[in-house]
């Protein structure tokens, strides 16, 4: 497998514009989860799906944020508008669901890097 | 509160020498599971080992244990033998509640390690 595959790896754009990170999880993988890092507030966790449902957005720090999974192969995470404090690596992970008493961790994608000039 | 607290920012460690990246936790919850991340400078997340709050043994890959001490919460990474390549940052993360029921992964600040020649 490819393992998670995110794109663009690396996005400029100006303040005001519509950001769209794209996400494709492991094959079979459960559930999915979009973490932005930064220096000053680390790994934060945004939101994530299980079955393609959002489970837990409560990460999202604002309504300009938004992510969806329309399938179990896809999802994306929009900014509209983008600000400067948007800047960030976001990451996309993914993990399976095997049963009980088996761990499983997640598998973290290349991350993309946002900057908002 | 803090839920994953790294108290260290940075360490130092000379080849070949052994190493302990500190990490607490904070749960009431009685089921839970805790990881350790490798961040190289490339940027990507690399997983390295779990602990489980009910595994009886402390869990070791390869050149990687963790010192899973349950009644102080603490779940400290030991890396043996350290080499020049293990210099990067390492994320103490949990997991709370049963792996089936979403669990979402909270991460520490982190450990930035250099190992010296």
């Known amino acids: 497998d490819a393992g998670v595959i995110q794109s663009p790896r690396h996005e400029v754009t100006e303040m005001g514009q519509e950001v769209t990170l794209r996400c494709k999880p492991i094959?079979?993988?459960?559930?999915l989860f979009w973490y932005r890092q930064t220096m000053m507030r680390g790994l934060e966790l945004l939101i994530y799906?299980?079955?393609?449902?959002?489970?837990?957005d409560s990460g999202m720090p604002e309504d300009r944020f938004s992510a969806k999974m329309p399938n179990a192969s896809f999802s994306t995470l929009k900014i509209q508008p983008s600000e400067p404090r948007d800047s960030a690596v976001y990451f996309c992970?993914?993990?399976?669901?095997?049963?009980?008493?088996?761990?499983?961790?997640?598998?973290f994608g290349q991350g993309t890097r946002l900057t908002v000039v | 509160a803090q839920k994953i607290t790294q108290t260290q920012p940075g360490m130092f460690v000379q080849e070949k020498e052994a190493v302990t990246l500190d990490c607490t936790y904070d749960t009431s919850d009685p089921s839970y599971g805790l990881f350790w991340y490798k961040q190289p400078s490339s940027g990507e997340m690399i997983f390295l080992i779990y602990q489980g709050s009910y595994d009886q043994q402390n869990a070791t890959e390869g050149r990687y244990s963790l010192n899973f001490q349950k009644a102080r919460k603490s779940a400290n990474l030991v890396i043996s033998a350290s080499q020049l390549g293990d210099s990067a940052m390492y994320f103490c993360?949990?997991?709370?509640?049963?792996?089936?029921?979403?669990?979402?992964?909270?991460f520490g600040q982190g450990t930035e390690l250099s190992v010296k020649p």
């Open positions: 993360a949990m997991r709370e509640g049963n792996y089936n029921q979403g669990g979402k992964l909270i």
């Open positions: 094959s079979g993988h459960d559930y």
């Open positions: 799906f299980n079955n393609n449902v959002p489970i837990d």
């Open positions: 992970a993914s993990r399976p669901f095997r049963g009980p008493g088996m761990n499983t961790e997640a598998f």
